[in-house]
């Protein structure tokens, strides 16, 4: 999973004593991708450090790093809240994307084949789960396992460059895209034949073709922005992520 932890944890984990700011503020932005805090849903200090087992003044100081990755919003007097993406925010948000996903893939052609198939092992793994659901989607637990795939094979694809800042950059950016899905007026929903999108990128990145393979990924991405905000004329294979799958109240370990 993007957060580093497995994508079939129902909550947010009670936090050790001897854990850093760090595992504090990973456990915050879990909670964040997972949909356990929706967009612009405040953030309860006392509570979440509570559930967390950590003190408030930890807890305020890992949520100020989010704040700085924009997945928080802090108002005077208002305290924090989870930041929102609103759809005019999307070509941004892609374009953006765009930059971090493309210099990645240039890395990968760029390599010697049989380096390119050895760093691409995890994204070719995450692909073919993805195309086991299309396959058999009565092995489906939920639409929205497609949705994590997807954005695992992005950021997977990433981190195969090997470029610490890129697979930083792209962690905060696979939150975001999280946060568009789960803000969307229309409801989270989620294409379930990306997976053809993805393996053709693919077959051009172990190919060689860097170019051939952005060129792809624009297209990708100029498409996922009309269907979200309602532009895209092509009808595609969509599914609806139940509310009771993204989002949850904040409440005690346990519950």
């Known amino acids: 999973m993007i ?16 854990s850093t700011i760090d595992l504090i503020t990973h456990q915050l932005r879990k909670a964040i991708y997972e949909g356990l805090l929706m967009p612009g849903s405040p953030i309860h200090e006392a509570q979440a450090a ?3 087992g950590v003190s408030r003044g930890s807890l305020r100081e890992s949520a100020q790093r989010l704040v ?3 997945l928080l919003v802090s108002s005077p007097g208002q305290g924090m809240s989870v930041a929102r993406v609103r759809p005019s925010e999307l070509k941004e948000l892609y374009a953006t994307r765009l930059v971090v996903e493309a210099a990645a893939i240039r890395v990968i052609a760029g390599l010697p084949e049989a380096e390119r198939a ?9 692909l073919a789960r993805l195309e086991r ?3 058999s989607p009565e092995a489906l637990d939920s639409p929205r396992s497609i949705g994590d795939a ?19 950059y792209m962690a905060t950016l696979a939150v975001e895209t999280r946060l568009a899905s789960l803000g969307s007026p229309a409801g989270y929903i989620i294409r379930t034949d990306v997976h053809r999108a993805h393996r053709e990128r693919l077959e051009a990145m172990l190919a060689g073709d860097g170019e051939g393979a952005v060129e792809l990924l624009r297209h990708h991405f100029r498409d996922t922005i009309d269907r979200l905000t309602g532009a895209l004329r092509t009808p595609v294979a969509t599914a609806l992520v139940p509310v009771e799958e993204s989002g949850h109240e904040l409440g005690p370990i346990g519950s």
């Open 150 to 168: 997807d954005l695992d094979f992005h950021y997977e694809t990433v981190r195969a460059a090997r470029n610490l800042r890129l697979e930083k």
């Open 133 to 135: 659901f299309a396959a």
């Open 3 to 18: 957060t580093g932890q497995p994508s079939s944890a129902s909550g947010m984990a009670r936090v050790q004593r001897s």
């Open 50 to 52: 509570k559930q967390l």
């Open 118 to 126: 050895h760093r691409m092992e995890a994204a070719m793994a995450v």
């Open 68 to 70: 700085q990755d924009g």
